[in-house]
């Protein structure tokens, strides 16, 4: 998979109100730059979905299980996360629904986001939704009869199932691995999905599938207005090539625009209220696609980007540089710093340094805490030396490097903006 295709890229998560921005730069959005960017999640679905579906023992409707957890040999992915382990599936419940097992997993974090086709959240059923004592869950496409136990309904027939499972440290993947086993999933046969255009095919060919897309997973009642302006591209009939090719590239053009368009609050880029459920936010739900497919709703996980030396998130010092946290994180599940070095393409991938840390979290070992409890955390190329060490998160030996900060389960405060964590700071 390459780098915008899978999990949550802090980066795209806190770009402002994409259309307003363009429109304030006195750039109108071409109809067709409205179609293109409005199909981008179903190409970006169906482009996922055709490379899971090539590793081994993959099928539709059949969970993977990712058994390892990323360091800094992992290059597959932007931004891979040193906390959870992964299980994916894509599902068809055009024939009927899928059944989901949980085990018991007591206090241990754990999520299953349930995704249609333009990716939202139909649901994510978890430690926060369900509990730690497992149960069955029935998975029903539209149109659909409710059979089955506890019903999960999925707007569109063709979906992504992403489960993730926290991993406490290194000596805990093998339990992680029992848990990961006692997630089963059933569910009707199905044909390997045809296949698509990707987003950087011509616009001739990638309408030609978001129709197709559309027409195997029919969009919402409430997106019929953009439908209907739009339907000159996306709809039925032939269309202007000329005017295609111009809205693809404008297109294109908005998601370059966008991708330096974050706004940095006290040091940190938030995500957006409405990400992962994003209603008629057509554009912001396309950046989402294109830099952070898969992301979860705000009220399960919030990634934090900070601004960096740059205020464009990336840090370039030698020096050393600090991150206080408070003693009461405002969350109720985990949380955690990673490091990344930058590379000259814009990809974001674990460091490596003498303590193999990719990240700090409330799960590492030995960490100094200040009298009150709250944290220092030392961020730099060198070891600081002394107590400090305890709590240092390497930075590559040369180069920028970008550092994101996890929060799982975040409480009313975070969500709402009464609580905003301090900056990083140069020392």
């Known amino acids: 998979m390459n780098r915008r295709q899978l ?22 959005i071409s109809t067709a730059a409205q179609a293109w960017l409005y199909a981008l999640p179903l190409i970006e679905m169906a482009t996922t979905r055709a ?25 597959a992915v932007t931004t891979p996360n040193n906390d959870t382990l992964y299980s994916i599936a894509f599902l068809d419940l055009s024939q009927g629904p899928a059944t989901l097992t949980v085990p018991a997993t007591g206090a241990r974090y754990w999520s299953a ?25 029935t998975l029903i496409g539209p149109g659909q009869p409710s059979k089955g136990p506890n019903p999960v309904r999925v707007a569109t027939p063709h979906a992504w199932l992403l489960i993730r499972t926290l991993v406490n440290d290194a000596a805990d993947v093998p339990a992680v691995h029992k848990v990961q086993d006692g997630f089963v999933l059933t569910g009707p046969k199905a044909a390997a999905p045809p296949t698509y255009a990707g987003r950087d095919a011509d616009a001739a060919s990638y309408f030609d599938s978001a129709r197709r897309l559309l027409a195997a997973d029919p969009a919402p009642a409430v997106d019929q207005k953009l439908l209907r302006k739009t339907a000159a591209f996306v709809g039925v009939g032939p269309f202007d090539a000329g005017a295609a090719e111009v809205g693809a590239d404008q297109a294109r053009m908005i998601t370059r625009f966008a991708k ?43 990634y934090m980007k900070a601004a960096g030396d740059d205020g464009a998130g990336l840090f370039t010092g030698d020096g050393l540089y600090r991150l206080s946290l408070p003693a009461d994180m405002p969350l109720d599940g985990f949380w955690s710093l990673s490091m990344y070095e930058a590379t000259d393409d814009g990809q974001f991938f674990f460091t490596d340094n003498p303590l193999n840390r990719y990240a700090i979290s409330d799960r590492t070992a030995g960490l100094k805490r200040n009298a009150d409890g709250s944290l220092d955390l030392w961020i730099g190329r060198v070891d600081p030396g002394g107590d400090r060490t305890a709590n240092w998160l390497p930075a590559p030996k040369t180069g920028p490097f970008a550092m994101y900060l996890r929060t799982y389960l975040p409480r009313p405060e975070l969500l709402d903006g009464r609580f905003r964590f301090k900056p990083v700071e140069k020392v």
């Not at 993959?58 to 040999?73: E, K, P, Q, V």
């Not at 959240?121 to 369900?130: E, Q, S, Y």
Request: aromatic share 8%.
């Open 7 to 28: 999990f949550l890229s802090a980066g795209a998560l806190g770009v402002i109100g994409l259309g307003a921005a363009a429109v304030a730069q006195g750039l109108q």
């Open 51 to 75: 490379r899971m579906l090539k590793a081994p023992g993959a099928a539709i409707n059949r969970l993977t299980h990712g058994r390892t957890l990323s360091d800094h040999a992992a290059r």
């Open 113 to 137: 986001a349930v995704m249609d086709m333009f990716t939202n959240n139909n649901a994510v059923l978890g430690l926060r939704t369900v509990g730690g004592e497992g149960g069955t869950f």
């Open 260 to 302: 330096g368009r974050q706004t940095f609050i006290d040091g940190w880029a938030y995500p957006r209220a409405n990400l992962g459920d994003y209603g008629q936010d057509y554009i912001y739900r396309a950046i989402v696609a294109l830099m952070g497919l898969g992301a979860l709703p705000v009220a399960e996980a919030m």
